[in-house]
T-cell receptor, first 116, second 113 residues
C-alpha cells in the first residue's frame, strides 16, 4: 500500500485564487512528520512547510498553509493568492518514527498550473 | 541559507563506465541522502548516511554504492553504468530530528548511452 497518496496528477488554478492540493498518508506510528516540497521545471526541490503529528495548530508559512486532519490522515496544502511562479510539481512527504529514523517517503506529486 | 551543491547539472556517460556523482553541503548536516527521480515513480531513496563513513541502503540500492569520507561530502557511485540508470539524481541533507526538512541540491540529469 502506498504510504503517501496524492490523488490529483494535475491541477489548474486562476492567478490570485486559492488552491488546495490533496495528500493522504498511511502510518501506524503516533509520532510522524509531514512535509511539502515544490519542484519547478528547473528541477530543484524546495522545502515549503512542515507539520508534526503532535502539533495542535495547522502550520502556516506565508501564502502556504497546511490543512491537517489527523483522524482522516490528510495533510492538504493550501496556497492562497496563487502566482504564476507557483506553477510547479508539488510533493507531499512523510517521516515516520518506526524503522529508519531518517527516511522520507514521497508521494508521486501534483502538477499545478497557474493561469493568468 | 542551506546550500547543497551537486557537481554536475547534466552528465552523459557510456554503458559500463564507472560514474561518480558528487554532493557537498555547507551547513554541517549529519544526514545526507541520494534519490533518483523518474516520471511516474516519484522520488526513490537509493542510499543515505547519518554520519561520516556510515551508510544505509534505501529502497533501490542495487547497482549503486556511496562514500562519505568527510561530513560535508556524499558521493554516489555507479559501479558499471547501465541504460536503466538514466535518471534525475537528487542529493539532500538534513539535521537530525524528526521535524528537520531535507534540503536538496539542483539535481543531476544523468544519461547513460
Amino acid at each position: 500500500a502506498q504510504k503517501i497518496t496524492q490523488t490529483q496528477p494535475g491541477m489548474f488554478v486562476q492567478e490570485k485564487e486559492a488552491v488546495t492540493l490533496d495528500c493522504t498518508y498511511d502510518t501506524s506510528d503516533q509520532s510522524y512528520g509531514l512535509f511539502w516540497y515544490k519542484q519547478p521545471s528547473s528541477g530543484e526541490m524546495i522545502f515549503l512547510i512542515y507539520q508534526g503529528s503532535y502539533d495542535e495548530q495547522n502550520a502556516t508559512e506565508g501564502r502556504y498553509s497546511l490543512n491537517f486532519q489527523k483522524a482522516r490522515k490528510s495533510a492538504n496544502l493550501v496556497i492562497s493568492a496563487s502566482q504564476l511562479g507557483d506553477s510547479a510539481m508539488y510533493f507531499c512527504a512523510m517521516r515516520e518514527r518506526g524503522g529508519s529514523n531518517y527516511k522520507l517517503t514521497f508521494g508521486k506529486g501534483t502538477l499545478l498550473t497557474v493561469n493568468p | 541559507d542551506v546550500k547543497v551543491t551537486q557537481s554536475s547539472r547534466y552528465l552523459v556517460k557510456r554503458t559500463g563506465e564507472k560514474v561518480f556523482l558528487e554532493c557537498v553541503q555547507d551547513m554541517d548536516h549529519e544526514n545526507m541522502f541520494w534519490y533518483r527521480q523518474d516520471p511516474g515513480l516519484g522520488l526513490r531513496l537509493i542510499y543515505f548516511s547519518y554520519d561520516v563513513k556510515m551508510k544505509e541502503k534505501g529502497d533501490i540500492p542495487e547497482g549503486y554504492s556511496v562514500s562519505r569520507e568527510k561530513k560535508e561530502r556524499f558521493s554516489l557511485i555507479l559501479e558499471s553504468a547501465s541504460t536503466n540508470q538514466t535518471s534525475m539524481y537528487l542529493c539532500a541533507s538534513s539535521l537530525e530530528g524528526r521535524n528537520q526538512p531535507q534540503h536538496f541540491g539542483d539535481g543531476t540529469r544523468l544519461s547513460i548511452l
